[in-house]
């Protein structure tokens, strides 16, 4: 997911699903209140909308991810200690 930032007009777009979409909200900001000019400081920026409510912030497979690397420590721990 995309947005849009001017920093002349201090203004984001609302949230693009492709950088094609967000490239036409840029072309369209900068024909309306630019006369066509690029503003200095302008940025495309990626966006990841923050989670729902309920949702985990991380997702569970790095916690299996962990878990296992826990596993594989503490048996290495184990064996060097027999």
């Known amino acids: 997911m995309y947005r849009y930032r001017c920093t002349q007009c201090r203004t984001t777009s609302p949230t693009a699903h492709t950088r094609h ?5 840029r072309d ?3 024909d309306r209140a630019h006369a066509g000019h ?4 302008e940025e ?3 966006h990841t909308p923050p989670p729902r409510p309920g949702q985990p912030t991380r997702p569970l497979h790095y916690l299996a991810y962990a878990a296992l690397a826990a596993v594989l420590a503490l048996t290495l721990w184990a064996r060097l200690t027999v």
Do not use: L, M
């Open 28 to 30: 369209r900001h900068r």
């Open 38 to 41: 690029i503003p200095d400081g």
């Open 21 to 25: 979409e967000v490239e036409a909200e």
């Open 44 to 46: 495309i920026q990626t």
